[in-house]
Every structure is written in structure tokens, then in C-alpha cells.
């Protein structure tokens, strides 16, 4: 079971820390849709870090102290996602800290340059969850493609679909079932004995989701006179690559579908929210 207060607190903790100063957010994509069944789940086999290293501050030398971080206070963490804790997974190798079958910590530091310090981190990241149906039907998000050939690839961008009727409310219905969902993207998830992502390729129904169900979709959301009128040119990182994606956008609806992202990201699941991710 999680518990979103005690997470909102541990993240706190990261960016008061004098020896890490990383404000870090830790969004699973579901608390927009306000269902606390999400909550309650028996285990939680992976969880998402995103940190923002402090100008001056090299992502390497942040990586490394944010793993040892959580390395000494897994309990803390275990205590959040309600399962012991099995492997710290970074951009180098994966650092086990307990036995298999538990939760992966899956760590993303950003720099000051990639992701500059003119704005919360969950403002980067709330832009960035509302435009991936845009990012999807335009082809530039990084788990797109490599739909492919990664499971986990497949699990992201079929499931982050169930979140946009939370979001687009206004737009055209085109998205997969729940069911479709589930026979889709259960597929080998990271072996709990080395933590390796494995390569298998992506099933026929698979692709039929994607193509019939989830792509239209999100072109529809796209293209739809529910977003607005007017083109600007606007630039996203990718959570995922750690690349910064150029893209063209219409109107400002998404503007309103990021401020959902924020608004439930702080509020969901949490008794009180927790100021300092907004600060």
C-alpha cells in the first residue's frame, strides 16, 4: 500500500538534506484519475525518481549520493511503497539492496542547464505528462520508440492512455479498454535476480492496441478543436531519455490538462499536502 503523505515528506527530506539539495518528485502518472485502489496494491514493483541537481553540482556526483541515500535509509522508502526494497537502478549499474521481488527505485537526475531552476520540477514534469499524447502521435517520445522492442516501453505508453479522459475530458473517446490494457502489457517485467530490462519483442496485440486504439487517440487529442487555436513551438524533456524534444503544440490545452497533473500530483492519496514541492 502507499502512502503518498509519508512519500511527499521522504522528498522533502532529499532537498533539505545540506549533503544533497535534490528536489525530486515521484509520480506514478495515476493519481489523476483519483482512484485510491491505486493505493492499495500488495506490492509496488517499481518506483520513479526524478531529481534536479543544483546549479554547479555535476548529475554524476548527485546520482551517486542519491543512491547511497537510499541505500542507508531504505527503510524509509520500504515504509512509502509498503514492500521491502530489492535494487537501486541508475544510469550505471543496478545496486541490489535487499532480497529480489521487491521495489526497484529507478533514479533520474537532470542538471541545471538541461532543466534550469526558473520553475518548480513538477511544473517541467506536470508540461511534459500532459503533452504525451501529442508527443506519442507526432512520434518523438522516447518510449514510443522503442515500443518495439521494450516491454516496459510498452507498459508506459499503453497505460498512460487510461489517464487522458482525466486530462482531455473535451476530446474524442478513441482510447483501449481496460482489458485490452491488461492483455497488452503483461509481458516479462526486470529480472528480480539482476534487475536487467528484458528485449522481447512487441506481441500482435500489442500492436493492434497501439495502432488502432492508442495512436488515433492521442491524434485526436492532438489534432482536436478541444485544443484551442494558435501554434507555438515549445520544449520538453523527456522524463524518460533525458532528451530535450522541440515540438509544435496548439491552443492552451494542454496548459490546463499540466495544471490537473500538478494540482493531483500534490493532493492525491495526502492528508496534508506538502508545500515544498511547490516552493
Request: charged share 20%; aromatic share 10%; glycine share 6%.
Amino acid at each position: 500500500m502507499i502512502n503518498r503523505t509519508a512519500l511527499l515528506q521522504v522528498l522533502n527530506t532529499l532537498q533539505d538534506d545540506v549533503e544533497l539539495q535534490l528536489e525530486t518528485i515521484a509520480p506514478f502518472g495515476f493519481e489523476v484519475m483519483d482512484d485510491t485502489r491505486f493505493l492499495d496494491q500488495d506490492r509496488i514493483s517499481r518506483i520513479h525518481l526524478y531529481s534536479r541537481a543544483p546549479a554547479g553540482r555535476s548529475v554524476a556526483d548527485a546520482e551517486t549520493k542519491l543512491s547511497e541515500w537510499i541505500t542507508q535509509n531504505c527503510h524509509l522508502m520500504s515504509d512509502v511503497v509498503g514492500t521491502p526494497l530489492s535494487w537501486v537502478i541508475g544510469p550505471g549499474d543496478p545496486r541490489r539492496i535487499g532480497p529480489p521481488g521487491g521495489t526497484m527505485v529507478h533514479l533520474k537526475v537532470f542538471d541545471a542547464v538541461t532543466l534550469p531552476v526558473t520553475a518548480p520540477l513538477l511544473d517541467a514534469y506536470s508540461f511534459y505528462f500532459a503533452l504525451l499524447p501529442h508527443l506519442i502521435a507526432s512520434g518523438q517520445l522516447y518510449e514510443y520508440q522503442k515500443f518495439a522492442l521494450f516491454p516496459s516501453s510498452r507498459r508506459f505508453v499503453l497505460q498512460v492512455s487510461r489517464t487522458w479522459p482525466f486530462l482531455y475530458p473535451n476530446a474524442p473517446w478513441a482510447g483501449p479498454s481496460s482489458c485490452h490494457l491488461t492483455a497488452a502489457g503483461n509481458q516479462a517485467r526486470r529480472s528480480p535476480n539482476t534487475a536487467t530490462r528484458p528485449e522481447i519483442p512487441a506481441s500482435a496485440i500489442e500492436w493492434e492496441v497501439l495502432n488502432k486504439e492508442v495512436v488515433p487517440y492521442a491524434k485526436n487529442i492532438s489534432a482536436s478543436s478541444t485544443m484551442g487555436s494558435g501554434r507555438r513551438w515549445k520544449e520538453i524533456l523527456d522524463f524518460h531519455s533525458g532528451d530535450v524534444v522541440r515540438t509544435e503544440v496548439i491552443g492552451d490545452a494542454y496548459i490546463m490538462a499540466a495544471e490537473r497533473v500538478r494540482i493531483a500530483y500534490r493532493t492525491f492519496g495526502v492528508a496534508v499536502p506538502a508545500a515544498k514541492v511547490d516552493e
